[in-house]
């Protein structure tokens, strides 16, 4: 089945879109790769199940069906080779609320939560929101251009306290793209189990794995002993481009566990989002071809950018190896302390600001949108960091 992952889809209104935060958020002149939301339609599958479902016409308090449980099941046992079952599965509405009730389940007031910068920002602001103490350790910067961040173990190590008990963790890595080297991941487990830590491992990009071949193992399955203590965070959103659906999943396989974690959110959620499980049970069930496409379009997306990349003195780019997002280095583009806002106000391009994932003089980039869309933006970047 032919997918169309080319032609460009009107995202603001009133021209046939509808509100949009990556695209509404700055005027029609500039051109939005900011945010991780892709500007390709949703795999047929999930449409035609969510028009069905909005056909029938109901929309009340729904319930977690077992049709989905099963079907992620099955996912986990086919791409990941791991066998979980249904009741270790807390659906909710997104992995941002599920990283505070972790720290809300497993943590005291004035506990340490520890996270690894560059990060996601949402991870830097849990302990803040949650009345916790904040605690930070840093990643290796590549040594060399096109050289990989690598964890710092020691680093890590250095930044664990007598009030750390709690670890937020990216696998795969957003923003650099990393895929986690088996040593790295023993190296980590080995911490937590040392320093008895509770874990959240935010797997989110996880079905995004670029290099041919290449296939995803749950920080949970690789390591059983780790189980016990690990909250493993999943959702279709960012694979199948489903974020507005606000449907994902935590993963405990630890019964104790999991009751503490589904107690902290007691109050706190509304019921499932009756549209969202539906859109998330069609993609895990039907996607996969869909999905496959994409891989390839990435791929060639992420080319386009590496090579271009490589025309911008000043500018370094560690090649993402998952993700549709790239973490550019561009303290030394001459752009300025503020290189994404320069990008913005100059080039009509916006970009995620590096500040906020803990990284002055980075900017992160989506190129997850068609090739025309993605070749406008980069000949806009190219009047500013192209040297002939």
Request: with cysteine; proline share 7%; aromatic share 10%.
């Amino acid at each position: 089945m032919a997918f169309d992952f080319a032609t460009p889809v009107e995202r603001r209104c009133p021209e046939g879109g509808y509100a949009s935060q990556k695209w509404h958020r700055y005027d029609a002149t500039v051109l939005p790769l900011w945010v991780a939301d892709m500007d390709f339609r949703s795999p047929p599958a999930v449409i035609d199940a969510l028009q069905a479902r909005v056909a029938h016409g109901i929309y009340g308090y729904g319930e977690v069906p077992a049709t989905l449980t099963d079907t992620l099941c099955q996912w986990s046992a086919k791409h990941y080779d791991w066998s979980i079952e249904p009741e270790w599965q807390q659906w909710l509405p997104g992995v941002v609320p599920a990283l505070h009730f972790a720290a809300m389940a497993l943590t005291e007031p004035g506990d340490g939560v520890l996270t690894i910068a560059p990060i996601y920002p949402p991870f830097l602001a849990v302990a803040e929101r949650t009345g916790r103490l904040a605690q930070k350790a840093m990643l290796d910067e590549p040594k060399a251009p096109g050289e990989p961040w690598q964890l710092d173990i020691d680093a890590l190590e250095a930044a664990v306290t007598p009030q750390t008990r709690l670890l937020l963790w990216c696998h795969p890595h957003n923003p650099t793209g990393r895929v986690w080297r088996h040593d790295e991941l023993a190296a980590l487990a080995e911490l937590v189990e040392r320093h008895d830590l509770w874990l959240v491992s935010d797997e989110l990009h996880c079905d995004l794995l670029l290099d041919e071949g290449a296939r995803h193992r749950p920080l949970a399955a690789m390591f059983p002993e780790l189980a016990k203590r690990t909250i493993t965070l999943w959702a279709p959103s960012k694979t199948f481009n489903l974020a507005g659906l606000t449907s994902a999943c935590a993963v405990i396989a630890d019964p104790v566990l999991r009751k503490r974690f589904a107690a902290a959110t007691k109050g706190f959620l509304p019921d499932g989002n009756v549209l969202g499980l539906v859109a998330a049970e069609a993609a895990y069930r039907d996607g996969e071809p869909w999905r496959q496409t994409l891989l390839s379009v990435l791929r060639e997306h992420r080319a386009k950018l590496k090579a271009r990349v490589a025309t911008w003195p000043g500018v370094q780019l560690s090649v993402p190896e998952s993700t549709y997002l790239a973490w550019l280095d561009m303290r030394e583009a001459g752009l300025g302390d503020v290189p994404y806002k320069t990008l913005l106000d100059e080039a009509g391009v916006a970009l995620s600001d590096g500040a906020a994932f803990g990284c002055p003089g980075f900017v992160r980039l989506n190129f997850g949108t068609t090739a025309s869309q993605l070749e406008a933006a980069l000949s806009r970047m190219d009047s500013l960091l192209k040297r002939d």
